[in-house]
């Protein structure tokens, strides 16, 4: 797939006003962050490796075969190049993971940069934590990395590799993963995404998220939180009320604090605001929800306000699911860390640039991103990248992308309620509960 078509040059994509790439997506900067692999002259070199990688993580058919056929049939490579895959492999082996990290990460940014004041909750932005994981090949070396969940037999699982993302609220940007293995302790790994967040941002997660700690140094850095209350009890007739189960009180440092702090210093009493609402909605269980918030000026944010907030999280899950489900980030394909490392990367940046073209055909529209198909615009997208692009021909082109992205809308379906569960049965194969080898030689003594 001729993946250049979107990843232009800077005055191309400023004569049809495409902002946000203008300044991340632009052939200069991604060249330069890639390198140059050798002096050599190369069919295969940084960028092009990098843009058919690109286009092969967002086709359905993820194969290294066809991303070749396809990248020789639209003229990124040439006719004669061979069609054999062993030259594209041993170049996307070249390719530095770090860099096609920061590229990835570098995407994120500014479509989050890129956001509508107007989008942003009271014009702050929110950044959602939250955990997931992937599979990966059985292979010794992920193994080792990555190692497969204790309570599977030896043999008989995966490896599994722990993820802990920062994905922004308005646009959808994917900031950054945070990657782990082991028990995958998430708290661990969202620490690592701290320094992503600055002044002003508000910080929104699972009652996971709600430890003293955390809250504490989040707010000295200040970023604010709002998470869900998890096994603290909660007395509403205490501190300052500000209503019908909200108030405002304070949370006392614990004595035993601990061990990952390292002598870092909490303060001895934390102000937060406390507040409990009901959820109740057609044919859900009626649900109980208690949030924390720093974000203490009831006039300002109000319980409602709050409670909104809270439910827009689940439009993060909606998203993780995109990436997983639609870009099959939920099991990756490589066979060494190394290289599951650099498929990540390319997940996240092809990820990335959907949610701009969503974003961007979500404001010609004038409608929420969240009406936008995500698997329509990887369709159109994969479908205006399938020839060669000229310079002239480009803004043409490129507004009917964004015109067609923004007729595909997903229907309005406010509080939708359907079973989750298959029609379909799965074939009626016995589970692989010893190992392949033990299996197959059970085989041959029958036979």
Request: aromatic share 8%.
């Amino acid at each position: 797939m001729d993946m250049s078509f979107i990843v232009r040059r800077s005055c191309e994509l400023k004569a049809v006003g495409a902002e946000v790439f203008r300044a991340a997506c632009s052939i200069e900067w991604i060249r330069e962050a890639l390198g140059h692999l050798g002096r050599r002259r190369r069919i295969y070199d940084a960028l092009t490796t990098w843009l058919i990688f690109l286009a092969q993580t967002l086709s359905p058919d993820r194969s290294c075969r066809n991303a070749i056929a396809q990248a020789r049939a639209c003229g990124l490579l040439n006719a004669k190049t061979s069609v054999h895959t062993g030259a594209y492999c041993r170049a996307r082996e070249r390719l530095p993971e770090g860099a096609l990290h920061d590229v990835a990460a570098k995407l994120g940014a500014e479509l989050m940069n890129a956001e509508r004041n107007e989008d942003r909750w009271h014009g702050r932005r929110v950044l959602v934590a939250d955990g997931s994981s992937a599979s990966l090949p059985d292979t010794p070396k992920n193994q080792a990395c990555y190692p497969q969940p204790s309570a599977q037999a030896a043999g008989c699982g995966f490896p599994v590799m722990y993820l802990c993302m920062l994905m922004s609220l308005a646009s959808g940007a994917l900031l950054d993963f945070a990657t782990g293995g082991g028990a995958g302790n998430e708290l661990a790994l969202w620490r690592q995404l701290w320094p992503l967040m600055r002044p002003g941002d508000i910080a929104m997660g699972d009652s996971l998220y709600c430890g003293y700690a955390d809250v504490a140094l989040l707010l000295a850095r200040g970023v604010d939180c709002v998470t869900r209350l998890k096994r603290r009890k909660t007395d509403f007739r205490k501190g300052l009320i500000f209503g019908v189960l909200d108030h405002l009180t304070v949370w006392s440092c614990p004595k035993v604090l601990p061990a990952w702090l390292e002598g870092q210093v909490l303060p001895a009493e934390l102000s937060v605001r406390e507040l409990r609402f009901r959820v109740e909605v057609p044919g859900f269980r009626t649900e109980t929800i208690t949030l924390v918030t720093t974000l203490t000026d009831a006039e300002l944010y109000s319980k409602e306000d709050l409670a909104d907030l809270f439910f827009e999280r689940w439009q993060v899950e909606l998203r993780l699911r995109d990436i997983k489900a639609m870009l099959g980030m939920d099991k990756l394909r490589t066979t060494t860390p190394q290289r599951v490392h650099k498929e990540l990367w390319l997940c996240q940046a092809g990820y990335n640039i959907l949610r701009t073209l969503m974003y961007e055909a979500a404001q010609k529209a004038g409608v929420p991103v969240a009406r936008m198909s995500f698997q329509g615009c990887r369709q159109r997208l994969m479908a205006a990248a399938a020839r060669p692009c000229s310079a002239r021909r480009f803004p043409s082109q490129y507004r009917r992308l964004i015109r067609d992205i923004s007729k595909d809308q997903n229907p309005d379906r406010p509080n939708r309620i359907e079973p989750r569960a298959v029609k379909r049965r799965p074939k009626q194969y016995d589970l692989l509960n010893q190992p392949r080898a033990i299996l197959r030689e059970r085989l041959l003594k029958a036979a």
